[in-house]
């Protein structure tokens, strides 16, 4: 291999990096942010010496701790494995869409809507199930606190699972629009639900604690109730997201059938030309 392939080959790494830090920007600031906030925090608590828990966890006392009891651990070993497995999960998530975006004509906007699927995702498996722990623990005598990181990853799982069946889901779309009309909100629903029906499914026929044992994640003792929840919203209202702008998307193979033109070699190969000119 000439140093010229070389140089064409590294431009097309370069150029495909490029484009997918451009389309998943938000998403990708969305992980560090929340990483780097859980830090801070956790600094703040061991540096202040003030009992961070109390503040910051949701309990009856703290409605505030709906939202900030996901940034509060209660020790490094709690705060190390939350933060690896929000990290991993959403790495793997990451992952997930820019495969997924091979199977799709327009990657731009399918980036988008799974972009948005992400934030929403874990705003709400944080705030929805803490909402309705918080009720509950209200007219509770004994102190109740709940905290920690592994409720939104929970979210992200189910969101990661719905995730891998939407080509699947466009695919069956595909092969119906053959023969007969699909209206895009009937086209979103399909894929939304069929995505969150599949996987549910999957979950029911291995078993919710084989399931999590199998992916490396189990239901802490606390707060079970609020991981459900999680996982539930992560897997419906994930897939419904996800699927709003994928009635102007299609499942495609041409992607695979021509890679080149799929990674912009020429543009990448006259770069590196121009480099070469000069």
Known sequence: MDRFSIYVGFQ????NLTLLLKRYAIMIASIFTIIILTFLVDTWKSVSGKNLILILSLSKNTPWGILTSMFIHKDFYHLYY?????LYYSLILLGAYIIENIFIDRA????LSQTLAYIIVIFTSQTIPSIKLFFDIYNQQNIVMIYGLSQVVFGII???GSS???????FLVRQIEKTREIKPVVKILFVGV???WFFSSTIVVIGTHNFLNFIGVGIPEMNVEGHIYALLIGIIL????ISIKYDKLKFTLDKLRNPKKFLNVE???EKVLIKFSQ
Request: proline share 3%; aromatic share 12%; net charge neutral.
């Open 12 to 15: 097309i790494i370069i150029d």
């Open 82 to 86: 939350n933060i690896l497995s929000f």
């Open 108 to 111: 731009e906007m399918s980036a």
């Open 158 to 160: 189910g969101l990661l």
């Open 164 to 170: 891998i069946f939407v080509p699947f889901s466009l």
């Open 194 to 196: 069929f995505s969150a």
């Open 238 to 241: 994930g897939a419904l997201i």
């Open 267 to 269: 543009k990448s190969r």
